[in-house]
């Protein structure tokens, strides 16, 4: 299984960034697919989290109402689309696959099996 992000970079704070990660290696409209993110010195947090089919969503309190989790399943791709960006969103973003469940989004790091690379995001002031 292989899971590559793209679409990180440098944005000024309040503005606006879309990342992807594309998925192959086994079935993808069958399993949960989540963002989470990790600024240095912290541990690795769930950011959003979409089940198999996209019906069902779920964000950490800090990106509710300013990032979007999807998927298109045709593509085998998820996408986290993240607008009014803060310097505190500055970290490395990574897409993760829970092959266990294709229904609930778990937050915990211990439910996710495959993971990408990640791709840094920087917002500045």
């Known amino acids: 299984v292989q899971l590559v992000e793209s679409g990180g970079g440098l944005v000024q704070a309040g503005g606006s960034l879309s990342v992807s990660c594309t998925a192959s290696?086994?079935?993808?409209?069958?399993?949960?697919m989540a963002w989470f993110r990790q600024a240095p010195g912290k541990e690795r947090e769930f950011v959003a989290g979409?089940?198999?089919?996209?019906?069902?969503?779920s964000y950490a309190d800090s990106v509710k109402g300013r990032f979007t989790i999807s998927r298109d399943n045709a593509k085998n791709t998820v996408y986290l689309q993240m607008n009014s960006l803060r310097p505190e969103d500055t970290a490395v973003y990574y897409c993760?696959?829970?092959?266990?469940?294709?229904?609930?989004?778990?937050?915990?790091?211990?439910?996710?099996?495959?993971w990408g690379q990640g791709t840094q995001i920087t917002v500045s002031l």
């Open positions: 993760a696959q829970d092959i266990h469940n294709p229904v609930i989004v778990k937050t915990e790091l211990e439910a996710y099996t495959y």
């Open positions: 290696g086994r079935p993808f409209s069958t399993v949960v």
């Open positions: 979409v089940n198999w089919n996209g019906g069902r969503t």
